[in-house]
């Protein structure tokens, strides 16, 4: 295996995917102990990172401002030059992307084939394609592969995430602030900020949150993003026209992303849509459920965790779409999608055993 001193990872831009290629950061930095190994990444990834103990250094690329355009990606090279990378990584797929370290002057470059851009790459893995389309694998192990491919062990494909202090003292006030105690929480995970082919209906969450407390004493806790607001004021009013007297709501506070991984850690069961939080859950091994219609599960697979992916059964002949929105108007892979299989998937994901693997969340200091 040929060895690097200065390694740079160029990280995806949703949420979720990020906490997916921390299995290739922990790998990367497992095979190359004493490599300087950074990453470059938009800002709100840059927060989900933080706490995590595989990176030395954290760059921002602010592709809508300081970074955009093509003046913007030569102000980002001249930077990545001066700091004289010999390996880059590419988790992203586009050509910009390979372009970028192209024009930094990383001398191995390795990505997977897409878009043309093979010819900027120095090492590439061509994907199994199905039309115009790749053949779905879990992407964990999708970003593994660039790992194999420089002959690195891997020895774990879970993913990892970390708290931080501030993250901490949050959660503790959220506690503190709704007398909280050792009440199990269900958090209810609303969001998506992919597209509303992501959203579940509302009297559906309060459905299920009515449910959990019947089975299991669970009293829900609404979680939703900046822009998500009116999205997690319905699910609190459909969980209390249920009879759920004391739903927590957080949609006129919405917790930071530090904070918010913080309070993840602590529930009991996560039910939620298809989006960056759900991998919270999964990195933290809290039981997760997760409605899915318009995307692929296997592309967000992860065996060994505590969780189940839950959709319309019989499948629909437009499932899966991966539009951001319903080309045929209806949303019918979630409009139908009732809330008694969620509740089963519950029961299920709470009688598995915590994965073995997993210790304390790593804090930062």
């Not at 595989?54 to 760059?59: P, Q």
Request: charged residues 25%; hydrophobic residues 40%; aromatic residues 6%.
């Amino acid at each position: 295996m040929e060895a690097f001193d200065r390694i740079l990872v160029l990280m995806p831009t949703w949420l979720g995917d990020v906490v997916m290629a921390t299995p290739l950061l922990r790998t990367l930095r497992e095979a190359y102990p004493r490599a300087q190994l950074d990453v470059l990444i938009q800002k709100g990834g840059s927060l989900v990172l933080e706490g995590v103990p595989f990176v030395d250094e954290v760059l921002l690329y602010q592709r809508k401002d300081e970074h955009k355009g093509l003046a913007g990606m030569r102000r980002i090279a001249s930077v990545l030059r001066e700091r004289r990378y010999d390996l880059g990584v590419l988790t992203p797929n586009s050509f910009s992307a390979a372009l970028l370290f192209r024009m930094a002057r990383i001398p191995r470059r390795i990505g997977w084939s897409y878009g043309g851009r093979g010819f900027l790459l120095t090492d590439r893995l061509v994907p199994e394609m199905r039309g115009h389309r790749r053949v779905p694998r879990p992407m964990p192990v999708y970003y593994l592969d660039i790992a194999r491919r420089l002959g690195c062990e891997v020895l774990s494909p879970h993913v990892t995430l970390g708290l931080t202090p501030d993250g901490e003292a949050e959660a503790d006030a959220f506690w503190a602030t709704h007398a909280i105690g050792e009440t199990p929480l269900v958090g209810l995970n609303v969001g998506a900020a992919f597209g509303p082919s992501k959203h579940w209906r509302a009297d559906r969450f309060g459905e299920v949150a009515a449910g959990l407390r019947a089975r299991h004493g669970m009293r829900p806790v609404v979680l939703c993003g900046p822009g998500e607001e009116s999205l997690g004021r319905a699910v609190e009013d459909a969980a209390i026209d249920a009879g759920v007297s004391d739903v927590i709501r957080t949609s006129d506070a919405i917790l930071s992303l530090a904070g918010l991984k913080s309070v993840v850690n602590r529930l009991a069961l996560m039910v939620t849509t298809d989006t960056g939080p759900r991998h919270f859950g999964l990195a933290f091994d809290v039981p997760v459920v997760c409605v899915m219609g318009s995307t692929d599960p296997m592309m967000t697979d992860q065996p060994g965790t505590r969780a189940e992916v839950v959709r319309l059964n019989p499948l629909l002949d437009c499932m899966p779409c991966h539009e951001k929105i319903c080309p045929l108007t209806h949303h019918d892979c979630l409009e139908k999608l009732e809330s008694a299989p969620v509740l089963a998937a519950a029961d299920r994901v709470l009688a598995l055993p915590p994965r073995e693997d997993v210790g304390p969340p790593t804090r930062s200091r």
